[in-house]
């Protein structure tokens, strides 16, 4: 979770920092905790478990590198108001008057929803033997998450996360209950009826009006809070009220981060200085792309359920900004991982990626298309437009001891000058990609996209299945093949040596006496897979993106294959992730034993195990055909055709 900030001054020298580190290559530091960023926001906390060598210094070197709510460009922000010396505790938000109103709303599409092609496969009913082991199987991710729960539930009652070593807790968004929140419709899934019925009781008694904090981070609190509640209620079919009207209370808040000269949000919103009335509100120069992109689809419900348009339009104004940017970057067709949003500005940045930062972007053009019925197109031109990039220069297959036909996500550079360079660094949080290119191949009827799909969910299997531990790291380098084409990329040992030296400069620290021979030492002692070219960061955060999208290419092909993988991926989580009190973080995948860290963020509960649990139940569960899952897995109910 991001550190809130007091000033947006601040954050701008924070993302100048972090993408400083990002375009230098990420450095191997095992024991700094970089949080969930559906959109790549970072937390940095000193936890390095006790006892743990450092590997040695793995000697990263620098990679080369039509609208309707036109808006007028202003002035990058200034900042003049000095910080808080003592905030005030019993500050609660109050509405101000509005400084920039739009003149009128962008309303939601209007018309019967489009007939959009069917995701889901045409299951039939399975033999005995097989539902009782699938049925084995739910019950096990079952009781897993119960653990979890309890643990949540008997020390960190309405804070934000439980300490599943210590058993303290932890407020990192704002102390509003995120793991309740989050955890709702997890509990509706799993039929725990009790347990959320007293959630839902809990939920009346959390004040959104009021935190300790100075910042809200608009986007964490959009997909956890906002999109928490608005999924609960569409699942529960409506039956608790309080959900919506929470959500309007949120909703109602962060509203209030648009109100700036070009509508554009402050995403990290200082709610004293606004209530307070003493800070003017400018968007930021600098911003992550995934932080400003990733908010249309809980906005857009949260008006298709209580017919107020503002929220839709606040959130359509920045489509309309995106897609009129989106040939005008420096790699056209792409966004960059960070934007001016004041201006706006998308030419300053040259690095691309689907991995943290810009991630959520993408995977909510598909999704929004489909919550507003197809009757926008503008998301699925927006969607086919960047695909046609990414296949080019994101995607990329990896050389491999068994030669699999697989893909990961990278990351592209572009160059002052216009240069672009492609980097083989792949991600955990990229391997959503194998489930949002398989919905698009689906409802845009691309049918040769699914097979792209297949290989990036097999390739971040293959990034699992390669770990002593069974589990994948939260980055590491591969070595790219030259093409994507299955003939032209066969295991060379050579090959892989070349580029495990080439990655580390510090080869010549090594008493070994050839290059080869050091790129083993190097191999050894950094504890590399055959393949891997680097570690960048061995940590397991209890991330979702390769289950989700296992279970999203299960429901799409039918293929029971996909729950086989699943499961073994679970043992192996549940193995090495298991406390006395919840399930850990990971500080190091690439040892037999992963250190544990006292950390459990919620979108474990909220994310990975429903997504562990949806493979095993019935495909009626949260169809795919009927809800869309938004970056926190929460479900949100699709317009249907008469």
């Not at 935190?211 to 209620?233: H, K, M, W």
């Not at 003493?278 to 992550?288: I, N, R, S, T």
């Not at 393949?531 to 092909?557: C, K, M, N, Q, W």
């Amino acid at each position: 979770m991001p550190l809130m900030r007091r000033w947006s001054i601040y954050l701008s020298l924070a993302v100048l920092c972090v993408l400083s580190i990002y375009l230098l290559g990420d450095i191997n530091v095992p024991h700094v905790y970089r949080t969930k960023v559906s959109g790549g926001t970072t937390q940095i906390v000193d936890n390095e478990p006790e006892g743990t060598k450092p590997l040695p210094d793995e000697g990263f070197t620098k990679t080369s590198p039509g609208s309707d709510s036109q808006t007028t460009p202003v002035s990058p922000p200034t900042y003049s108001s000095p910080p808080y010396e003592t905030p005030d505790p019993g500050l609660h938000w109050s509405k101000q008057p509005e400084q920039y109103p739009v003149p009128s709303y962008i309303t939601l599409p209007s018309g019967q929803p489009e007939r959009i092609p069917r995701i889901q496969h045409a299951f039939t009913s399975e033999d005995r033997e097989a539902g009782i082991i699938r049925e084995e199987r739910l019950q096990a991710v079952k009781e897993s998450f119960k653990h979890a729960w309890k643990g949540y539930k008997e020390n960190a009652w309405l804070k934000d996360e439980v300490g599943p070593i210590s058993g303290d807790y932890h407020n990192t968004f704002g102390g509003w209950a995120a793991t309740l929140v989050d955890t709702l419709d997890t509990l509706w899934i799993m039929d725990l009826k009790d347990d959320f019925g007293e959630a839902v009781e809990a939920i009346a008694k959390i004040d959104f009006t009021t935190t300790d904090e100075d910042t809200i981070n608009v986007f964490e609190t959009t997909i956890r809070y906002l999109g928490g509640l608005l999924g609960a209620y569409d699942l529960s079919g409506g039956d608790y009220p309080i959900l919506l009207k929470k959500a309007k209370e949120i909703g109602e808040i962060l509203y209030c981060a648009f109100d700036t000269p070009n509508r554009m949000p402050v995403t990290r919103w200082n709610w004293r200085a606004y209530t307070e009335g003493d800070a003017p509100q400018v968007a930021p120069g600098a911003v992550l792309i995934a932080e400003l992109g990733s908010l249309t689809v809980e906005f857009t419900r949260l008006s298709q359920l209580t017919e107020d348009p503002k929220y839709y339009d606040a959130v359509q104004r920045i489509s309309d900004v995106l897609e009129e940017a989106q040939s005008h970057t420096k790699l056209p067709g792409l966004w960059p991982v960070s934007v001016d949003a004041a201006s706006p500005s998308f030419r300053e940045d040259g690095s691309f990626t689907l991995g943290g930062m810009a991630d959520s972007l993408y995977e909510y053009f598909p999704k929004q298309y489909l919550i507003l019925g197809g009757l926008k197109q503008q998301y699925r031109k927006m969607y086919e437009d960047s695909m046609a990039v990414i296949k080019k220069l994101i995607f990329f297959r990896p050389m491999t001891k068994d030669n699999r036909d697989i893909l990961l996500s990278g990351d592209a550079h572009v160059s002052d000058d216009g240069r672009i360079t492609t980097d083989s660094r792949a991600q955990h949080l990229g391997c959503f990609t194998g489930g949002m290119v398989a919905i698009g191949a689906k409802i845009f009827n691309r049918p040769k996209e699914l097979t792209i799909a297949e290989q990036l969910v097999d390739g971040c299997l293959w990034g699992y299945d390669s770990m002593v531990s069974g589990i994948m790291p939260e980055i590491f380098f591969a070595v790219p093949c030259e093409s994507n084409a299955n003939s032209s990329c066969k295991w060379d040992e050579r090959k892989w040596y070349d580029a495990v030296s080439k990655r580390h400069g510090n080869l010549e620290d090594t008493l070994a006496a050839t290059r080869e021979d050091r790129a083993k030492h190097v191999i050894k002692t950094s504890r590399l897979p055959e393949g891997f070219v680097a570690i960048t960061d061995r940590r397991y955060i209890l991330r979702p993106e390769t289950i989700e999208s296992v279970f999203i290419l299960y429901r799409v092909t039918g293929n029971t294959t996909y729950q086989d993988r699943g499961w073994a991926m679970f043992r192996a989580i549940e193995k090495h992730t298991r406390t006395d009190i919840a399930h850990a973080a990971l500080d190091d995948v690439s040892m037999p034993e992963p250190p544990k860290a006292d950390r459990m963020e919620s979108f474990w509960l909220a994310e990975t195990l429903k997504y562990f649990y949806l493979l095993f139940a019935e495909p009626r569960v949260v169809s795919l055909d009927e809800y869309i899952l938004n970056t926190e897995a929460h479900p949100l109910k699709r317009p249907q055709p008469d």
